[in-house]
């Protein structure tokens, strides 16, 4: 017979502790390392922590330490399947030459951006700007 | 608490959650708490490309608060319970406050 | 341990925080509360986008508005020391106060429960289930 766990956050968040999990932010950040402790606020501490920039099938990984992040920034948590991640067609390469790419993005989706946020606010849209979320 | 309710009933079940970014996971709801996080097993996301990170994630929990729609099958619920339930709790809430009950 | 705890022991100890605005400070933790509100000394302001600085002697954040810290590996280390610590002073702190009957039988039979029942036990992740209302308030 199975244990009943309770149908709260700590119910959902404990078995993945000391588990290599992936967490998204509200700004889009993907962030990798083991979950180490949480509490009733889904606040999160993880250690050996990297940041993965993804770009198109490439990736590259940014030291960060230990991370303390608080509850309401995060989207989702998921727990990485360590043989699947072996598996996974991405390819590794430098942040320098992430960033480069990322950058050359952004540049081009900012213009248009402004294009279309001009156009909108002619119908009375206002966007958010920086503090509204990137996910 | 009625949807939390709700959820708890619907455990094992497979439901698709579109989250606000348009992110869309599939996967069997294994847990929900009442803020409606969601935990979900055995995932699978809609348009992999666009989201490659989640490629090595079998299983997550989705903070209730980014959650757009939660879709599942027309089997898994029973709109008439729901209904009672709303109308029921509905009903408590005027009787509290002392208004009109119709 | 819980990640406030583990908060509260890095006071003094310097650390990088990042706002929801993506403006980071770097500084010594000075004090902290259970609304992650923090007050940091010699703290080095940065933009958001790396391009401006300010440095100040003192400044107070809201818990609120916060995104995340990033806290050294020696801070977690000696974090865990200092409970354990704690954990060894008041477990002898209990055994003088029983007067010393019979020490290893009793600590044999409350072998089991301590390694749970210890305040610091709990930061495996049983955090209080049912106590999340705290954050409606």
């Not at chain 1, 244990?3 to 700004?27: C, E, H, M, N, Y």
């Not at chain 1, 501490?45 to 991370?67: F, P, T």
């Not at chain 2, 294994?30 to 055995?42: A, E």
Request: hydrophobic share 40%; net charge positive; proline share 3%.
């Amino acid at each position: 017979m199975e244990a009943l766990i309770p149908f709260t956050t700590s119910g959902s968040l404990v078995d993945l502790v000391d588990k290599k999990v992936l967490v998204i932010l509200r700004d889009g950040r993907k962030i990798i390392g083991v979950f180490r402790s949480y509490d009733q606020f889904a606040n999160f501490l993880m250690e050996s922590v990297v940041e993965r920039l993804y770009h198109k099938m490439e990736y590259a990984d940014r030291d960060i330490g230990i991370l303390l992040v608080r509850g309401e920034n995060v989207v989702a948590v998921g727990e990485i399947d360590l043989i699947a991640e072996d598996l996974i067609p991405l390819r590794e390469i430098s942040v320098e030459n992430i960033m480069t790419r990322i950058t050359e993005d952004n540049t081009k989706r900012d213009k248009d951006q402004i294009i279309k946020e001009n156009v909108l606010r002619e119908y009375g849209f206002v966007s958010e700007g920086r503090e509204g979320d990137a996910y | 608490m009625l949807f939390f309710s709700f959820f708890k009933t619907l455990t094992d079940q497979v439901i698709t959650v579109e989250l606000k970014n348009d992110l869309c996971i599939t996967g069997t709801l294994k847990s929900v708490d009442q803020f409606l996080n969601i935990r979900l097993d055995g995932i699978t996301v809609e348009d992999p490309e666009r989201h490659p990170h989640m490629m090595a994630v079998k299983n997550c929990f989705i903070r209730g608060s980014v959650v757009r729609y939660v879709r599942m099958g027309a089997r898994s619920v029973d709109t008439t319970l729901l209904e009672d339930a709303t109308r029921r709790g509905e009903f408590m809430v005027r009787v509290l406050k002392g208004l009109r009950v119709d | 341990m819980l990640p406030l705890t583990l908060l509260n022991a890095a006071q003094g100890k310097p650390m990088l925080v990042e706002l929801k605005n993506g403006v980071t400070f770097n500084g010594h933790l000075v004090e902290c509360d259970n609304f992650m509100n923090v007050t940091l000394r010699e703290v080095y302001q940065t933009s958001a986008d790396g391009e401006r600085f300010w440095k100040m002697k003192e400044v107070f954040i809201k818990g609120n508005i916060i995104k995340y810290f990033r806290i050294a590996d020696a801070i977690l280390d000696s974090a865990f020391e200092q409970q354990e610590k704690n954990r060894a002073a008041a477990k002898t702190r209990g055994q003088s106060a029983r007067g010393g009957r019979g020490g290893p039988a009793q600590r044999g039979a409350r072998g089991g429960p301590p390694a749970r029942g210890t305040p610091s036990g709990r930061g495996r992740g049983t955090g209080p289930p049912g106590r999340a209302r705290g954050r409606g308030q």
